[in-house]
């Protein structure tokens, strides 16, 4: 520590003494320019004031001879400029005596007083004054003296320059000097610390750019600074503490890496790994065979690679650290003449500290499962459609049946037929959920768009349900935010959507329960949700709710096609649905719909 204050006093010492030699130059070189500006600009007001007295002097002066020289001369003219031409002999006089170098103007008024003389002794004896001799010499005399100091301030003003230009040109020449002495402490100053401590720092600049490329092998210099040998000694110590570290935990680095890549090359699924900047680093086999891909790929960006621009703005609304609006649409791959669908998602890879480092891209290969998606769908919509009519007629007859037959309200006949009466009605409406479903997934079904008012929706949608909570002794709450905009939607189809969810909300609530519908403008979206308090839904259940035909809960009827027709509708409108559950203190189902 010593020996580095004593580095540090001595750097200190040498910059304080270019700071201390530059500055007193600099205010040696102010201080006599401020003096010479002073001096200078004194001197030449002087002048000036001179030149221009002595201009005005003449001016009046002429005046007066051309009224003299008049037959007739106006006495009251005559008599006010040699009030005006005593007036400025007086300033002149008066700044004699602040200048105190000359009486040039002491002297203008004796000749003009001798030349007022002559002038009233030549009027007395003569009427015409143009060929006085006495008058003339005066009058000379007068002028001459004028011009005479008017060359003469002339003459200062130049000398006055020149001596200022002669002091600029010793002030330069001093700093000058001044900045070659800098120049010379400056250059001794540095060609001693580069001699002492460049060559060191060098040479330990080049070990560490070696240890940081792995060669532990270096070379450290040795030099004649004490504190360059002492930061030379645990500069080696920290290397062979970075090589004894590097030999330690090289071979769990290796086995780390390759269980990583083990396991990225195993996964089922095709994963793309994408840098910061969105261009593809690596890929797994899965996904080689996926997409048809070899290794060139590699460095080109998402979209460029896949052939779809719209996949560089997801990534980069990923890289942002943002979230895809809704489910991203199939990818269709041609390889080797077979056409393939993959979904996809991106997920971005975040630093502990919480910056993005880069995304990663799931493939999952969907080929099949689309194709028997659209089978089944054209089964159900086809079946559906052929079940429809004949049950519809067997519900007819079997109600007109059971107008006519007459059994007795308590009897065992009634109760049969009235049980057949309940099936038939489920089968209906079983019949007709597998239609409406199959209609919205071919996209045969069309909206009837219209301006919605959010309060109506709700209140409707309580009024429907009111007399079925009462039995149950459930509460039903409408929570709604002031002043929401209206909806440009189907509002049978978004009451088809709250009737399905109050239905499940009222089955899995208990006695004594509480359902609250609410709504809330979020940016450009309307979230209008169903929340019970009833017996929530299982974590592992959740990612499946949506999907047609799976029925979650204790409490299961139907074909499980409730929610799925429900998320068709709100995707329908443009909006995603989606549900927030936790076991045992209840369920929350949303859709955000666009304005």
């Known amino acids: 520590m010593k020996l ?70 106006d006495q009251a003219t005559l008599q006010a400029s040699k009030q005006q031409y005593f007036t400025l002999l007086a300033q002149g006089i008066e700044h004699e005596r602040k200048d105190a170098k000359n ?78 002495a800098v120049l010379i402490i400056g250059f001794i100053t540095a060609h001693g610390i580069a001699q002492r401590f460049g ?33 030379t000694r645990r500069f080696g110590i920290m290397a062979e503490a970075l090589r004894q570290h590097q030999a330690t935990n090289i071979d769990e680095l290796l086995a780390g890496q390759q269980r990583l890549q083990a396991v990225l090359d195993s996964i089922d699924d095709g994963l793309l790994m994408i840098d910061r900047q969105g261009h593809l680093e690596h890929l797994n086999p899965v996904a080689q065979r996926q997409l048809g891909w070899d290794a060139d790929r590699l460095g080109l960006s998402l979209g460029e690679a896949l052939g779809r621009p719209e996949l560089d703005e997801q990534l980069h609304l990923v890289l942002r650290g943002g979230n895809l609006e809704r489910a991203p649409e199939d990818l269709e791959v041609e390889v080797e003449g077979e056409l393939r669908l993959l979904t996809y998602s991106l997920t971005p890879v975040s630093h502990t500290q919480g910056h993005i480092l880069g995304a990663v891209m799931v493939l999952h290969d969907v080929t099949e499962q689309r194709a028997f998606e659209r089978v089944r769908s054209e089964f159900v919509l086809r079946a559906s459609h ?21 059994f007795p309200p308590e009897s065992r006949e009634a109760d049969l037929l009235s049980t057949v009466n309940e099936e038939m009605q489920r089968l209906m409406q079983l019949i007709n959920d597998l239609l409406n479903f199959s209609r919205y997934q071919n996209g045969l079904q069309k909206l009837t768009l219209a301006p919605c008012d959010i309060t109506d929706l709700l ?67 309307v979230i209008v949700s169903v929340e019970d308090n009833g017996e929530g839904i299982a974590y592992g ?33 443009g909006g995603r649905m989606g549900v927030y559950s936790r076991p045992g203190q209840g369920t929350q189902f949303y859709m955000a719909l666009p304005l």
Do not use: W
């Open 199 to 231: 060559g060191p720092i060098e040479a330990l600049a080049k070990a560490a750019d070696k240890i940081g490329q792995g060669n532990f092998e270096v070379t450290l210099p040795i030099s004649s600074a004490a504190e360059m040998n002492l930061l």
């Open 4 to 73: 580095a204050m004593k580095l540090r006093t001595r750097l200190f010492l040498s910059i304080s003494a270019l700071i201390t030699v530059a500055l007193l130059g600099l205010l040696l070189g102010l201080v006599s320019v401020m003096r010479m500006a002073k001096t200078q600009e004194s001197l030449i007001r002087s002048n000036f004031i001179t030149l221009d007295l002595g201009l005005k002097l003449r001016q009046t002066l002429g005046d007066q001879l051309m009224i003299m020289l008049n037959e007739r001369p």
């Open 103 to 180: 009486n040039s103007f002491t002297q203008a008024k004796t000749d003009y007083l001798n030349f007022l003389q002559a002038f009233e002794e030549s009027e007395n004896t003569s009427p015409s004054l143009r060929n006085n001799d006495k008058l003339t010499a005066s009058f000379n005399v007068l002028r001459n003296g004028l011009i005479s100091e008017h060359k003469k301030a002339l003459e200062n003003i130049n000398d006055t320059e020149q001596q200022s230009r002669e002091r600029a040109l010793l002030i330069a020449g001093l700093l000058g000097l001044v900045g070659l």
């Open 541 to 573: 259940q959740q990612g499946r709710i949506f999907e047609p035909f799976v029925q979650v809960g204790r409490k299961k009827g139907g074909a499980g096609l409730g929610l799925a027709l429900c998320k068709e509708i709100v995707q329908l409108h």
């Open 386 to 406: 052929e079940l429809r009519t004949p049950v519809t007629g067997m519900h007819m007859a079997f109600g007109l049946f059971q107008e006519r037959a007459k």
């Open 459 to 525: 209140e409707h949608a309580r009024a429907r349900f009111t007399e079925q909570a009462n039995v149950q002794n459930i509460e039903l709450l409408i929570e709604e935010q002031s002043q929401l905009p209206r909806l440009h939607a189907d509002q049978a189809q978004l009451e088809r959507v709250l009737d399905n969810l109050l239905g499940n909300a009222l089955r899995h609530t208990a006695e004594g329960g509480q359902i609250r519908l609410q709504a809330r403008r979020h940016g450009e979206r």
